[in-house]
């Protein structure tokens, strides 16, 4: 089955660039999203990549992908304070059904 | 506003005892969805659903049961058979699965703790 692995803990100062990665197994993935989890919260999404595309700009948020090494990653410029939350990426199957990683911990020092 | 509301936020079971969670959505989204999150981990689907009337098991169904009779609400009732319910759950839809970007927005979530 599909398989989708993040690192579990970033830590960056304020400020800083953060970048967080994902790989993922399933080469039939369609779209690759990625979403912000607040304490107590449900999920935000923050962006998504289509699979036939290698990068993606949205304001201070830039995705890479990385298809022949399924490779995901987002890029948070300029982060900030309220930037600490969980980040998950997620793969969409040719189904539609999205695979989760277990998140990566975004701790942001001011 | 336009979203996916659950309740309640919290929510404790006693043994033995079968407990339902809500999941009511006004984006007149076809799909709906229920995650498991335990701590430090990601999302594990535990049931979903297409269209009215039809629902499919995910990954972790056993011990639990959903019904969607209508459109904007997919309840999911944790059941006694499931051993270790304390966990966050979250409900999710989107416009559904026949859509090639099938993006899935997410309601607040409910806590549930075993007493």
């Known amino acids: 089955g599909e398989d989708v692995e993040q690192s579990l803990f970033l830590s960056v100062r304020e400020g800083d660039s953060s970048v967080i990665n994902c790989t993922y197994t399933?080469?039939?993935?369609?779209?690759l999203y990625w979403y912000k989890q607040e304490p107590g919260a449900g999920l935000q999404l923050l962006t998504y990549?289509?699979?036939?595309?290698d990068m993606k700009q949205d304001q201070r948020l830039t995705v890479l992908l990385n298809k022949k090494d399924k490779h995901l990653s987002l890029r948070i410029a300029d982060t900030q304070t309220g930037d600490s939350a969980i980040y998950f990426c997620?793969?969409?199957?040719?189904?539609?059904?999205?695979?989760f990683g277990g998140g990566t911990r975004l701790m942001v020092k001011p | 506003d336009g979203g996916i509301t659950q309740s309640p936020k919290y929510l404790f079971r006693k043994e033995g005892q079968n407990v339902t969670l809500s999941c009511e959505q006004n984006?007149?989204?076809?799909?709906m969805y229920w995650y498991r999150q335990d701590p430090g981990q990601g999302l594990r689907l535990i049931y979903y659903?297409?269209?009215?009337?039809?629902?499919q098991k995910g990954d972790i169904a056993e011990g639990y049961s959903v019904s969607r009779e209508k459109k904007e609400s997919f309840p999911l009732t944790v059941t006694s058979a499931q051993k270790n319910p304390t966990a966050f759950y979250l409900c999710?839809?989107?416009?559904?699965?026949?859509?090639?970007?099938?993006?899935?927005?997410f309601g607040a979530g409910t806590r549930l703790s075993v007493l």
């Open positions: 999710a839809s989107s416009r559904g699965q026949v859509i090639a970007k099938n993006i899935q927005y």
């Open positions: 399933d080469s039939s993935s369609t779209y």
């Open positions: 990549i289509f699979s036939n595309m």
């Open positions: 997620a793969e969409g199957d040719a189904g539609n059904m999205l695979t």
């Open positions: 984006l007149n989204h076809d799909a």
């Open positions: 659903s297409q269209i009215v009337n039809d629902f």
